[in-house]
Structure formats: structure tokens, C-alpha cells
């Protein structure tokens, strides 16, 4: 970790489906990104059981948990790309979050996160960035603000079959996000 080196970001996709639109727009990260950030994937947590105390208390938390956990802790910085499901954050990314916010060195404690939605509605997943807000600045993460990147009616911005970003506004939301999160990022680092 250094201020004025490379960036390790974490990239969080909060959807799980092979064909997802989320995973797609978290995979054009590196090419639109400045050449200080290198993005990695977080390790699966679809695996998770849910979130039960009783789990915690009789076996402790399970490996897969760990795992997810001690590459948040790793990173310079989170970028976390996710739809939007009734309004809100999809139940597996929740069931995640709510898991490693039980560790005691909680890993989201001072991470500057960024978010991203794609979804297919007109709001692009805005309402679930909010949910996502609220739940992570309650974990005391930096949260950064503004360009924000919401991908409405995600299928007109991807090729059909290559799920490649077609979208040039959308690459130019991206790209501005990115830029403005590396300078965020060199700022709030401990
Ligand atoms: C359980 C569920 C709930 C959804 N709720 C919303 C919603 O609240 N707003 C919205 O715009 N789209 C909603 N959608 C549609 C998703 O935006 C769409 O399926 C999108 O492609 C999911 O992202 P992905 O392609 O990354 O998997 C929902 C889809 C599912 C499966």
C-alpha cells in the first residue's frame, strides 16, 4: 500500500448468474481505468451459509467467510458492482456483508468503497447503491460519493452476445468514476 504507487482494488459483482450485466460492466474496469489501478476479483461468496449467530458461535466463522474476508482487508480500495433486486441489495451480497461485519478486525473498517449498478430498470439500480450506502457507512467504510456510475435498462448498453460495453456514455460514466476514485482514494488512505 502506498500513496503514491499502484492501487490494489477488490472488485465485489453482486450478482452470481454467468450471463449477469453487473459482471460484465465489472469486467471493463481495468481498460477504463487509470494505470495505477489493478483490479482483482473477490474470492466467491455464494457458497455462504446464511447468516446464522449459532453457526458462529459453535464452529466459528467458516473458511469461505475468512477468505472473503481477509481479501477485503488486503485491498487498497473496494469496488463493489451489483443489480439492484426489489430495490434493494441482492440477499447474497447481504448474507456476505452481514457475515464479516460479525468478525472483530471487520474488514470494511476504513476501505474507500466505490459502487457501480447495472440493471434493467429505468433507476439502474440507484435504490439498491442506496441500501448498500447505508448498510456499509454503518460499517464504517469511506464511502465515495460522486461521479456515480448507474447502468439503466442494461440490455440497449451491452452486446447481445459478446456482453461487451457498447455504450459510449456509459464508458465515459466509467471512466470519469475511476479517475475521480483514484485521487479519492490517494486522499483518504491511512
Ligand atoms: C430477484 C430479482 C429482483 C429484481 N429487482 C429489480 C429491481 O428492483 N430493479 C430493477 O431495475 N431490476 C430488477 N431486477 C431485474 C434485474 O435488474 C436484471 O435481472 C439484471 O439483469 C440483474 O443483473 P445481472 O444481469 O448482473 O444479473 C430484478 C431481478 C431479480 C432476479
Known sequence: ??????????????SLRKGSYNA????TLPKLAPSALTFRAAPPYDRFPLYNFDIQHSTGFPAEVNTWADAIRSADAIVIVSPEYNWSIPGPLKNAIDWVSRMKDQPFKDKPVAVQ???GGLLGGSRMQYHLRQSLISLDVLWFGRPEVIVNFAAKKFDEKTLELTDQPTIDMVKAQLAAFETFVRRVML
Do not use: E, H, P
Open 1 to 14: 500500500m502506498a500513496k503514491d504507487g499502484n492501487l490494489d482494488v477488490l472488485v465485489i459483482c453482486g
Open 117 to 119: 449498478s447495472a440493471a
Open 24 to 27: 460484465a460492466l465489472a469486467r
